[in-house]
């Protein structure tokens, strides 16, 4: 049984999407349910990961049913190809795991994941003219390295700034470096305080000029989930 995420039981009927084949289904009790796929076996899944592009339309699909739940109520989202040998084995695990899962979900309830990327402003590197030489030639590559230095020393500088100021203005944040050398910084807020964000993020543009900033739509909590 495929499943896609944990929610509270709706009061009010959500519109369920198309899933990764077919229409998703809630099931579980009066308090805890999951958004499921009933019909999409793991032989199946297995199946449609042979071929990149069924892979990929898959990955999405999937990424998109959580969005579209997300955009209604509070979720607990799961990875890709989260699946259960039936629907009893389900059952079983929202049984064990209530206490937990319904305390992520009331910690959740109104808030949403932002990605704050800071990527680096580059100076233009000066070359040194051919005709340089000698003692003027090493004096210029010694300027060129002392500025990029001090490139760096400013870059560091105002992204700690950033983290500090961040502490301040959002519930959590969680620092990534990736492999460029662009720097992601997951911030969990209340979603109702976006626009001051959106305010407060322009105010650090302003004061950083070794840095561009900017901010992604609101998502569910991934990088704040501990199961």
């Known amino acids: 049984m495929y499943t896609y995420a944990f929610l509270t039981h709706p009061t009010t009927p959500l519109a369920l999407p198309e899933g990764i084949e077919d229409q998703v289904q809630i099931v579980g009790t009066d308090s805890l349910c999951a958004a499921v796929e009933p019909e999409?076996?793991?032989?199946?899944?297995?199946?449609?990961?042979?071929?990149?592009?069924?892979?990929?339309?898959?990955?999405?699909?999937?990424?998109?049913?959580?969005?579209?739940?997300?955009?209604?109520?509070t979720i607990l989202p799961l990875r890709f190809g989260t699946h259960f040998a039936s629907l009893q084995g389900l059952l079983t695990h929202l049984d064990v795991r209530q206490q937990e899962y319904l305390e992520a979900l009331s910690r959740f309830d109104g808030k949403a994941e932002y990605t704050l990327k800071l990527t680096p402003v580059e100076t233009p590197e000066q070359s040194v003219p051919p005709e340089v030489k000698g003692k003027d030639y090493f004096l210029a590559k010694k300027k060129q390295f002392q500025t990029h230095l001090e490139q760096k020393t400013l870059q560091q500088t105002e992204q700690t700034m950033i983290l500090q100021q961040l502490a301040k203005v959002c519930l959590q944040y969680r620092f990534s470096n990736s492999q460029s050398d662009q720097t992601r910084i997951y911030l969990l807020i209340h979603r109702e305080e976006a626009s001051q964000l959106v305010e407060q993020i322009q105010h650090w543009q302003n004061q950083c000029s070794s840095w561009k900033l900017s901010l992604g739509e609101a998502l569910p909590p991934y990088h704040f989930l501990s199961h």
């Open 40 to 73: 999409l076996s793991e032989t199946r899944l297995s199946l449609l990961q042979e071929k990149d592009e069924t892979l990929m339309q898959a990955v999405m699909a999937h990424d998109r049913v959580i969005r579209e739940l997300f955009l209604q109520t």
